[in-house]
């Protein structure tokens, strides 16, 4: 199985600083087609995730623009420009190139 | 706009097994996958399986093999998962998830509690 270590495990930012995660996979995550399938996710308190990154980079849907995913092969990073209160929560990678599909074990994202 | 719906909370005596449903809307059922993950309380995301809506086929992860099961209804666009000989550590919230290339819409929830 595919092992995805994220770090830090807790953030303390300041509001309109930024924040870094990095997600570092045991195997590359590049698919057979070329694609790599590395999302984020990002938990608030009491709700279910919400995806804002797949495909290392592509922004999902209503996401704002101040979320961005890098990286290739075994290393990803999750950048938030300018902390604000909304983005406090838990922060999840994920990757979609083999079963079983896995997690990181979630970073925790609170205002300093 | 997509959605799924999952049933609501759940309590269940140990041994017993629990099945919940996932109503989708807002998109082709059949064009995407939908997987179950798990949460235990103040823990992390835990993948449990998926189904492909379009014949039914389902991988699961290997710890669930042989007490978990995942259907579909393809006139109702609505996907069952069931556990069976429920233990204390299944105790968690389930959701539903549609997939493609990333786990992109989420159900609510389901809580279930084995007691």
């Known amino acids: 199985d595919i092992v995805l270590t994220q770090t830090p495990l807790s953030s303390p930012v300041a509001l309109g600083q930024p924040a870094s995660i990095s997600c570092r996979s045991s195997?590359?995550?590049?698919?057979?087609?070329?694609?790599?399938?590395l999302s984020w996710l990002q938990q608030r308190p009491g709700q279910p995730p919400r995806l804002l990154i797949y495909?290392?980079?592509k922004r999902f849907s209503g996401v704002p623009d101040r979320f961005s995913g890098s990286g290739t092969g075994t290393d990803f990073t999750l950048r938030i420009s300018r902390v604000e209160g909304e983005d406090v929560g838990v922060y999840y990678c994920?990757?979609?190139?083999?079963?079983?599909?896995?997690f990181g074990q979630g970073t925790k994202v609170e205002i300093k | 706009q997509v959605q799924l719906v999952q049933s609501g909370t759940e309590v269940k005596k140990p041994g017993t097994s629990v099945r919940i449903s996932c109503k989708t809307s807002?998109?082709?059922?059949?064009?995407?996958?939908v997987h179950w993950v798990r949460q235990a309380s103040g823990q992390g995301l835990e993948w449990v399986g998926k189904?492909?809506?379009?014949?039914?086929?389902?991988i699961f992860a290997q710890k669930f093999q042989g007490r978990v099961t995942m259907s579909r209804d393809t006139s109702t666009n609505t996907v069952y998962f069931e556990l069976n000989s429920l233990r204390s550590d299944d105790t968690a919230v389930y959701y539903c998830?549609?997939?493609?290339?990333?786990?992109?819409?989420w159900g609510q929830g389901t809580l279930v509690t084995v007691s």
């Open positions: 807002g998109y082709n059922f059949i064009s995407y996958h």
């Open positions: 994920a990757h979609a190139t083999q079963f079983p599909r896995t």
């Open positions: 195997q590359s995550l590049v698919y057979s087609d070329g694609n790599t399938y």
């Open positions: 495909e290392t980079s």
């Open positions: 998830v549609r997939d493609r290339y990333g786990p992109d819409y």
């Open positions: 189904i492909t809506p379009q014949d039914g086929s389902t």
